[in-house]
């Protein structure tokens, strides 16, 4: 069995090295949040996009008084 392990390690390091690609895409989303603003993971649609999730996410956050105190606001 480990040399079943090896050809095939062998065998991903190859394909790695030898994969390349060359990306010309944009991203058409950008989403900002403030620093106190806990339990967000960057999900796509939490509270734009995927209407079907928002109320899912949104339910999740939580606002940090204390950093955000101590941040001046």
């Known amino acids: 069995m ?3 392990k ?3 390690a062998d065998a991903n390091l190859f394909i790695a090295q030898q994969h ?21 993971n960057g999900q796509f649609g939490q509270t734009t996009g995927a209407f079907e999730f928002q ?6 956050f939580w606002i940090d008084s ?3 105190k101590g941040m001046g606001y």
Do not use: H, T
């Not at 895409?25 to 949040?33: K, R, S, T, W």
């Not at 109320?55 to 999740?60: C, H």
């Open 2 to 4: 480990n040399a079943l």
């Open 20 to 40: 390349w690609a060359i990306s010309l895409l944009q991203p058409l989303v950008v989403n900002l949040f403030e620093p106190w603003l806990k339990g967000s």
């Open 66 to 68: 204390g950093l955000k």
């Open 6 to 8: 090896k050809v095939v």
């Open 55 to 60: 109320g899912f996410y949104i339910a999740r």
